[in-house]
């Protein structure tokens, strides 16, 4: 199936407040956005990321913060040094926080981004606004409402005549510290496009948050009990959205964050990739089988618009929960996937310590040095070869023998750009030795022999394309071996 024609981006996320904050120790005095160090862009350049994610950059207010201080009293274990914020998803407008720098700040650090090449994404949240939003006094009316009180509402402010609805998915307990907008409100759809439109002229795509709640059918449901007097809304949200934003800027890019299966509908309203998050749970359940039966299942269209990640500003950290050989097996399936690729900041240097997304600053941590090489070497022998840049294959890999089932650990992706080279991806996500043939695809495979080249180990390999192209290329992998093949014709 040659994608090729699509991108296949690399995305670092970065949790801003920490980050920025951490910067500023080093440098001994309060660092912005705009005074970012160069060695922080000249590492990822180094790396080939081609977006940078600034997650919580936006201004929160003061409810946000007194929310924090009572949901964290009593754990200060938990807290530890941490500085408490606000939830950064709990937000009073699009402006850039002061003690970031403003949005001149921003301004100044994405002109750098993309003097190197480097786009910029930020924060786009569409379900609800903090307590203390502008438009919770000036537009009522764009919020889910009540006239008496029910469970999970509130009246936001004194005098308030309506009861507000906290933010919420219908499905876990409510986001107490927002407010619900109420997207039956073609007002308020037209409102929040403008938003978007001036979040757009600030960067270069958009993460958006909790996408499949703005649904039509989504939306309906969670709020049927909440009437309201006239509906119109005869086109869905996102369509409408992006299409507006792309009639500006043609190659922005947007980032769904969503579950439920509602994947695929979301890319068809015009998101770029949405989450694979349903990849990450098989992996980090150890599932090696379920992991190779559900790329398996999938469309490779659906792959090549999905994102990939084994760590994010939600989850745990993937040192905590893997070992090393099967963090390391893990990173090189989700960077050696089509699609979007994406690195939590901090997953690279093998911290394990989950910052809450209330923090401003973070638990101190040493890098760990053996995860670090490992993803140094990782994101240096991803740049030798086609990966994310070529056309590509999901390949089955086949029994090595009757009644050996382990080939059913062992995912395979295969990338080339032109005849006389190509890359394979190989991870055994198993516990157990495992075996198998890998049918490989290859052009011009029976044309040469070939050497072989493990980017990422010691193996070298001389094969002749015959044999190759009748039977596929024999593997033998250790527990958790993640290789690296690159192909190019024997001398």
Same mark, same amino acid.
Request: with cysteine.
């Given at each position: 199936?040659?994608?090729?024609?699509?991108?296949?981006?690399?995305?670092?996320?970065?949790?801003?407040?920490?980050?920025?904050?951490?910067?500023?120790?080093?440098?001994?005095?309060?660092?912005?956005?705009?005074?970012?160090?160069?060695?922080?862009?000249?590492?990822?350049?180094?790396?080939?990321?081609?977006?940078?994610?600034?997650?919580?950059?936006?201004?929160?207010?003061?409810?946000?913060?007194?929310?924090?201080?009572?949901?964290?009293?009593?754990?200060?274990?938990?807290?530890?040094?941490?500085?408490?914020?606000?939830?950064?998803?709990?937000?009073?407008?699009?402006?850039?926080?002061?003690?970031?720098?403003?949005?001149?700040? =921003? #301004?100044?650090?994405?002109?750098? @981004?993309?003097? /190197?090449?480097?786009? &910029?994404?930020? $924060? !786009?949240?569409?379900?609800?606004?903090?307590?203390?939003?502008?438009?919770?006094?000036?537009?009522?009316?764009?919020?889910?409402?009540?006239?008496?009180?029910?469970?999970?509402?509130?009246?936001?402010?004194?005098?308030?005549?309506?009861?507000?609805?906290?933010?919420?998915?219908?499905?876990?307990?409510?986001?107490?510290?927002?407010?619900?907008?109420?997207?039956?409100?073609?007002?308020?759809?037209?409102?929040?496009?403008?938003?978007?439109?001036?979040?757009?002229?600030?960067?270069?795509?958009?993460?958006?948050?909790?996408?499949?709640?703005?649904?039509?059918?989504?939306?309906?449901?969670?709020?049927?009990?909440?009437?309201?007097?006239?509906?119109?809304?005869?086109?869905?949200?996102?369509?409408?959205?992006?299409?507006?934003?792309?009639?500006?800027?043609?190659?922005?890019?947007? =980032? #769904?964050?969503?579950?439920?299966? @509602?994947?695929? /509908?979301?890319?068809? &309203?015009?998101? $770029? !990739?949405?989450?694979?998050?349903?990849?990450?749970?098989?992996?980090?359940?150890?599932?090696?089988?379920?992991?190779?039966?559900?790329?398996?299942?999938?469309?490779?269209?659906?792959?090549?618009?999905?994102?990939?990640?084994?760590?994010?500003?939600?989850?745990?950290?993937?040192?905590?929960?893997?070992?090393?050989?099967?963090?390391?097996?893990?990173?090189?399936?989700?960077?050696?996937?089509?699609?979007?690729?994406?690195?939590?900041?901090?997953?690279?240097?093998?911290?394990?310590?989950?910052?809450?997304?209330?923090?401003?600053?973070?638990?101190?941590?040493?890098?760990?040095?053996?995860?670090?090489?490992?993803?140094?070497?990782?994101?240096?022998?991803?740049?030798?070869?086609?990966?994310?840049?070529?056309?590509?294959?999901?390949?089955?890999?086949?029994?090595?023998?009757?009644?050996?089932?382990?080939?059913?650990?062992?995912?395979?992706?295969?990338?080339?750009?032109?005849?006389?080279? !190509?890359?394979?991806?190989?991870?055994?996500?198993?516990?157990?030795?495992?075996?198998?043939?890998?049918?490989?695809?290859?052009?011009?495979?029976?044309?040469?022999?070939?050497?072989?080249?493990?980017?990422?180990?010691?193996?070298?390999?001389?094969?002749?394309?015959?044999?190759?192209?009748?039977?596929?290329?024999?593997?033998?992998?250790?527990?958790?071996?993640?290789?690296?093949?690159?192909?190019?014709?024997?001398?």
């Amino acid at each position: 199936m040659d994608l090729g024609v699509l991108n296949h981006p690399l995305l670092y996320e970065i949790n801003t407040r920490c980050w920025l904050a951490e910067l500023s120790d080093r440098a001994g005095r309060r660092l912005t956005l705009a005074e970012v160090p160069d060695s922080e862009f000249e590492f990822w350049q180094r790396c080939d990321f081609t977006h940078i994610w600034l997650m919580g950059v936006w201004t929160l207010g003061r409810r946000g913060l007194d929310h924090s201080k009572r949901a964290f009293a009593g754990r200060e274990t938990e807290i530890g040094p941490c500085e408490l914020a606000g939830s950064p998803y709990a937000l009073t407008g699009y402006q850039v926080s002061r003690k970031l720098g403003g949005d001149g700040a =921003l #301004a100044a650090f994405r002109r750098k @981004l993309n003097e /190197r090449g480097i786009k &910029l994404v930020l $924060d !786009f949240i569409p379900n609800h606004t903090a307590l203390d939003h502008p438009w919770v006094k000036a537009h009522s009316e764009f919020y889910v409402t009540s006239d008496s009180p029910r469970d999970g509402t509130i009246k936001p402010f004194r005098g308030a005549i309506k009861w507000f609805a906290h933010g919420d998915s219908g499905h876990d307990s409510p986001w107490v510290d927002t407010l619900q907008l109420d997207y039956r409100n073609p007002a308020l759809r037209q409102a929040m496009i403008a938003e978007l439109m001036r979040v757009a002229e600030r960067c270069d795509g958009v993460r958006c948050d909790m996408t499949m709640l703005e649904l039509n059918e989504v939306f309906a449901r969670t709020w049927r009990d909440f009437a309201v007097e006239t509906v119109s809304n005869d086109t869905e949200f996102w369509s409408a959205a992006i299409n507006t934003v792309r009639g500006r800027c043609p190659e922005f890019l947007f =980032l #769904a964050e969503a579950y439920w299966d @509602l994947e695929a /509908r979301l890319q068809e &309203l015009g998101f $770029d !990739f949405t989450y694979d998050k349903k990849l990450y749970d098989r992996l980090i359940a150890r599932g090696a089988g379920e992991v190779t039966r559900y790329l398996h299942s999938l469309a490779p269209e659906f792959i090549a618009r999905s994102a990939h990640f084994i760590e994010n500003h939600d989850e745990p950290r993937i040192a905590s929960l893997l070992g090393p050989r099967e963090h390391h097996a893990a990173a090189l399936l989700v960077l050696g996937l089509p699609g979007m690729r994406f690195i939590h900041e901090g997953q690279a240097s093998g911290r394990r310590i989950h910052a809450n997304v209330h923090f401003a600053t973070r638990h101190h941590e040493p890098d760990d040095s053996g995860t670090t090489a490992n993803y140094e070497k990782l994101l240096g022998a991803l740049r030798q070869t086609s990966i994310g840049r070529g056309e590509w294959r999901l390949l089955k890999a086949q029994p090595a023998w009757t009644e050996n089932p382990t080939h059913q650990h062992i995912a395979i992706v295969q990338w080339q750009t032109d005849s006389r080279a !190509f890359d394979l991806v190989v991870v055994n996500l198993s516990a157990v030795q495992s075996q198998c043939y890998a049918p490989l695809t290859a052009a011009s495979l029976d044309k040469f022999n070939w050497h072989l080249v493990d980017l990422v180990g010691d193996e070298v390999h001389e094969r002749q394309g015959d044999a190759l192209n009748t039977r596929g290329l024999y593997l033998d992998l250790a527990p958790h071996a993640a290789q690296l093949f690159r192909f190019t014709p024997a001398p």
